[in-house]
């Protein structure tokens, strides 16, 4: 019998590309644990799915995980299929464009296929509590690179 884990994941950037960060909630039980971390220069796409990639990467063992994000990108990405079908046309989406990303993909569609990952939906900025929480986490990680940078000037 599998564990089971809930994850809550946000993505937040100034600018796009910019100083970005993501942050994470993990519970198993009555256990929780937050994560949180950025880059200086990134997107708001790579943060939502650094989140996921770095929240599932803590789990020791397979596990059934619900992870909630408020990122359709992430969402749509995994329970639509796109990314395996970008993957199995060479990166390259229905228009024939590169995809974006490709790195972070590969890596959460391992992660998805050593865990049981129920992806859903929230919408952002909408009272839930754990995605606020969240959101939280990643803008004040993305901030220290903005008040470092202003610090520097």
Same mark, same amino acid.
């Given at each position: ?9 946000? #993505?937040?950037?100034?600018? $796009? @590309? #910019? @100083? ?9 039980? $009555? ?8 880059? !200086? ?8 799915? &650094? ?8 789990? +020791? ?7 909630? &994000?408020?990122? +359709? ?15 199995? $046309? ?10 974006? $990303? &490709?790195?972070?993909?590969?890596? *959460? ?14 919408? #952002? ?10 959101? +939280? *986490? ?5 901030? !220290?690179?903005?008040? &470092? ?5």
């Amino acid at each position: 019998m599998l564990k089971y884990v809930e994850i809550f994941t946000d #993505g937040a950037c100034s600018g $796009n @590309p #910019g @100083p970005g960060g993501w942050g994470a909630v993990l519970r198993y039980g $009555n256990r929780e644990k937050e994560i949180s971390g950025g880059e !200086q220069n990134t997107t708001n796409n790579r943060m939502e799915l &650094t989140a996921a990639i770095e929240a599932l990467s803590l789990l +020791k063992e397979p596990c059934r995980v619900t992870l909630t &994000t408020d990122s +359709k990108y992430v969402c749509d990405g995994m329970n639509l299929g796109w990314a395996r079908t970008w993957r199995s $046309n060479g990166w390259r989406k229905a228009d024939k464009k590169p995809a974006q $990303n &490709t790195e972070l993909w590969e890596k *959460l569609l391992e992660l998805d296929g050593y865990h049981e990952i129920t992806f859903v939906w929230v919408r #952002g900025h909408n009272g839930h509590p754990e995605n606020e929480r969240c959101d +939280k *986490l990643a803008v004040e990680f993305y901030r !220290q690179f903005k008040e &470092t940078k202003e610090d520097e000037k």
